[in-house]
Nanobody
Framework: QVQVVESGGGLVQAGGSLRLSCTAS????????MGWFRQAPGKEREGVAC????????DYLDSVKGRFTISRDNAKNIVYLQMNSLKPEDTAMYYC?????????????????WGRGTQVTVSS
């Protein structure tokens, strides 16, 4: 059974930092691209950052480029999202998913494994 679990969310002031973590079990982790997605109330889900299975290909949402960094440790089955210079508009539920399309960081038909999400709230 595949399990994807996010952690690391919380409340932070604008300009602050958070690091999200995502562990995945029940799958061959280093065969899968991984991605972080977010959804704010009343808004559509958007791809924030995606990384290929090897870690060599990465793509970001334009609004987070230069502020967020995605990385992975295949030995530990974990993917990270380091978020710096946070803004109130980054407030959302953040989800980790396996097997997104990396270029464009998009959900595709094979993106079937999702975590339950971790809330990030940035106060102004």
């Amino acid at each position: 059974q595949v399990q994807v679990v996010e952690s690391g969310g919380g409340l932070v002031q604008a300009g602050g930092s958070l690091r999200l973590s995502c562990t995945a079990s029940g799958l061959t982790f280093d065969d899968y691209a991984m991605g972080w997605f977010r959804q704010a109330p009343g808004k559509e889900r958007e791809g924030v950052a995606c990384i290929s299975a090897s870690g060599r290909l990465i793509d970001y949402l334009d609004s987070v480029k230069g502020r967020f960094t995605i990385s992975r440790d295949n030995a530990k089955n974990i993917v990270y999202l380091q978020m710096n210079s946070l803004k109130p508009e980054d407030t959302a539920m953040y989800y980790c998913a396996a097997d997104p399309k990396v270029v464009g960081c998009a959900v595709v038909g094979g993106t079937n494994y999702w975590g339950r999400g971790t809330q990030v709230t940035v106060s102004s």
